[in-house]
């Protein structure tokens, strides 16, 4: 090996330079975002999210019989715009659950994986800036598989389909120009309860850990909760139920529609996002860091 | 007023449930020294320097890095500070040069300055050929070397080191340590941890011995030299009885029977070599003159694991000496 002069007693630049608050955050989210952007399941996720609609269009196209057993399953050869609406009742079941927690199950969780903790926590950011970073990528990955899918679906719909007019839940049809924004609008209804299965994979991922448990502990949970929903259960535990929220776009595409469901799911939501971001934080600045 | 001391740890102590891992430590590094801490596995060692990193929280007691506290100061007591905990971790699925760039700009480095900076360390570490290559890929010693090329980019007044040329192979222990003397050499305050006398020896100027958490000693290396006892030695001669008879006339010298059917001798390195031409002169032949613990490492032994029966010959020990009341300076 060879050495150069090795810095001595000058301040250190770096640290020095380092930028405070909130623009440290910015730093850990961009770093985030670049792990993100070199990891091959991020990278895979996304493919699939932009792929995966064209293909069920085109296979559905080749069968005579449609799903009718399912929300505007009947539509979905008559109008484009029935596709991504009955993707989105599909997704709902897990794949939602599911896409978050690939990363949000994950972000933390890995670091115990390679051992990394120790590198990032010894570089003078606060585990506070790094929980917000960290969180912020996560949740924006969650943002953006979702707008993926959503856009996905749409332009499979209606570039194979068509862009028919969409008979709507309560019966009347649907011009396309006004059927394309109901689309998007229920789409984004589901960015809400999502949010709250990322803060869920979140907590997971620090308590446990354990990538695994993080990524497969919000779809098990998510699951559970939809199995309740079926179940002649209590109203009120059902309504606390973070899947429940997921269902709320159905009061957009009445002739009257309602946004109850809507508020109520926010709340819930709301509700999840700051329980269980709390207790991550909370476990994460208190944890000690002996592994790795 | 003059400076404060690089690390500055007063009644530390640490508990993992019934464990104390470190217990009471006091422990001073001055700026510019090159300090190590030494001990068995499970001596304390690396739970100090994952409180002095902030990974862990001490129990009770004072850590002060250039001044600062955790407490008071929180990820601000790094400034300044750089180095890895046990064997340096990265992510497999980036490049070495990847992960120092995201590193650099977790500091706050400017793409052009970081580029600058990544060359020159990754020169440093001679690993500017590897650069590109995913860090999965790399060899234990490799992934060391990042750890310190990752400590440099920091450009650190205190560099710490925890274990350095644990894993590695001859060569690479001693393209290590000679890092690692090149920079010492060069002003940096450095903090190495060890489990391994010779490295300690060959590196620092100054000490802590831990042992079960505790110091066990504290001070220089030349006055942990000054402590040691006599090198021990295995002797077999031509007459073993006769051998020992001469020993009764040459005072310093103890020679006793070893458990092998051989002889055990134990003298400082000038009343050794009388005895041994003495054997000459009296026609006793040497057939073989083995060390078997070095003064240091003998020493080592007996500060930290007092019950071990071994070549240390316990019988010649030197007394213990009683340095842990006077850790703290």
New interface residues.
């Given amino acids: 090996?060879?050495?150069?002069?090795?810095?001595?007693?000058?301040?250190?630049?770096?640290?020095?330079?380092?930028?405070p608050g909130r623009a440290r955050i910015r730093?850990?989210y961009?770093?985030e975002i670049?792990?993100l952007t070199?990891?091959?399941r991020t990278r895979a996720t996304l493919t699939v999210c932009l792929v995966a609609p064209f293909l069920f269009v085109v296979l559905l196209d080749q069968q005579s019989q449609v799903p009718k057993d399912t929300l505007f399953g009947r539509w979905v050869h008559a109008s484009g715009f029935a596709t991504p609406l009955f993707l989105l009742g599909f997704a709902t079941q897990w794949v939602f659950p599911l896409l978050t927690s690939i990363v949000a199950g994950d972000i933390f969780a890995g670091e115990d994986q390679?051992?990394?903790?120790?590198?990032?926590?010894?570089?003078?950011?606060?585990r506070t800036q790094i929980f917000w970073g960290k969180t912020l990528a996560a949740g924006s990955f969650a943002v953006l598989t979702v707008t993926v899918l959503a856009l996905s679906s749409l332009a499979a719909g209606v570039l194979l389909v068509g862009h028919q007019p969409l008979e709507g839940l309560s019966g009347t049809l649907l011009p396309s120009g006004r059927a394309a924004g109901l689309v998007l609008a229920a789409w984004a209804t589901a960015l809400i309860p999502l949010l709250g299965f990322t803060a869920l994979a979140v907590m997971l991922s620090v308590v446990t850990c354990n990538s695994a448990a993080g990524i497969v502990g919000p779809v098990v949970i998510g699951l559970i909760m939809q199995l309740y929903s079926f179940l002649n259960g209590s109203d009120a535990v059902r309504h606390l139920l973070l899947a429940t929220p997921f269902d709320a776009w159905h009061g957009l595409l009445r002739d009257h529609p309602y946004y109850g469901p809507l508020w109520q799911g926010a709340l819930v939501s709301a509700g999840y996002l700051a329980i269980c971001l709390a207790v991550a934080h909370t476990v994460l600045r208190r944890r000690?860091?002996?592994g790795? | 007023m003059a400076a404060a001391p690089a690390v500055d740890a007063r009644g530390l102590v640490k508990r993992?449930g019934d464990l104390t891992a470190v217990d009471h430590v006091d422990l001073r590094v001055e700026?510019g020294e090159v300090y190590g801490i030494l001990g068995p596995n499970g001596a304390g060692k690396t739970t100090f320097l994952?409180m002095l990193?902030?990974?862990?929280?001490p129990d009770a007691g004072r850590l002060d890095v250039f001044g600062r506290t955790w407490a008071r100061d929180?990820?601000?007591t790094?400034?300044?500070?750089?180095?890895?905990?046990?064997s340096?971790?990265?992510?497999?699925?980036?490049s070495g040069r990847?992960n120092l760039e995201?590193?650099?700009?977790?500091?706050?480095?400017?793409a052009a300055?970081a580029a600058t900076a990544i060359d020159?360390v990754l020169?440093?570490?001679?690993l500017a050929d590897r650069a590109t290559d995913k860090v999965g890929g790399y060899s234990f010693g490799m992934r060391q070397?990042l750890g310190v090329a990752?400590s440099?980019?920091?450009?650190?007044?205190l560099l710490v080191l925890d274990e350095p040329a644990n894993g590695l192979d001859p060569a690479g222990i001693r393209?290590m340590r000679?890092?690692v003397k090149?920079?010492a050499a060069?002003?940096?305050t450095v903090l190495l941890s060890s489990h391994n006398m010779d490295e300690v020896e060959e590196i620092c100027d100054n000490v802590t011995i831990m042992s079960a958490g505790r110091v066990a000693f504290h001070g220089s290396i030349d006055a942990l030299r000054a402590q040691a006892p006599d090198p021990a030695h295995r002797l077999a001669t031509s007459d073993d009885e006769r051998a020992l008879d001469l020993a009764a006339e040459h005072p310093g010298v103890s020679l006793t029977r070893h458990p092998d059917a051989s002889l055990a001798l134990r003298a400082r390195a000038d009343v050794a070599d009388a005895y041994l031409i003495a054997l000459g002169r009296a026609g006793i032949a040497v057939r073989e003159l083995t060390l078997e613990v070095a003064p240091l490492e003998s020493l080592f032994f007996m500060l930290t694991d007092p019950d071990r029966q071994d070549a240390g010959d316990r019988a010649a020990a030197a007394p213990v000496p009683s340095a842990r009341a006077g850790a703290h300076r």
Avoid at chain 1, 114 to 126: D, E, N, P
Avoid at chain 2, 78 to 86: K, M, S, T, Y
């Fill in positions: 090996m060879t050495t150069t002069a090795a810095p001595n007693a000058a301040p250190n630049a770096a640290s020095a330079a380092a930028p730093t850990v961009r770093w670049a792990k070199a990891q091959m390679y051992g990394t903790w120790k590198t990032i926590l010894t570089r003078a950011h606060s000690d860091i002996t790795g | 993992f700026v994952r990193f902030g990974l862990i929280r929180g990820p601000a790094l400034a300044g500070v750089a180095g890895f905990v046990e340096p971790r990265f992510y497999p699925y980036l990847r995201l590193l650099a700009g977790f500091d706050g480095a400017d300055t020159r020169n440093v570490v001679d070397r990752a440099l980019l920091r450009e650190p007044r393209d000679a890092l090149r920079l060069s002003g940096l």
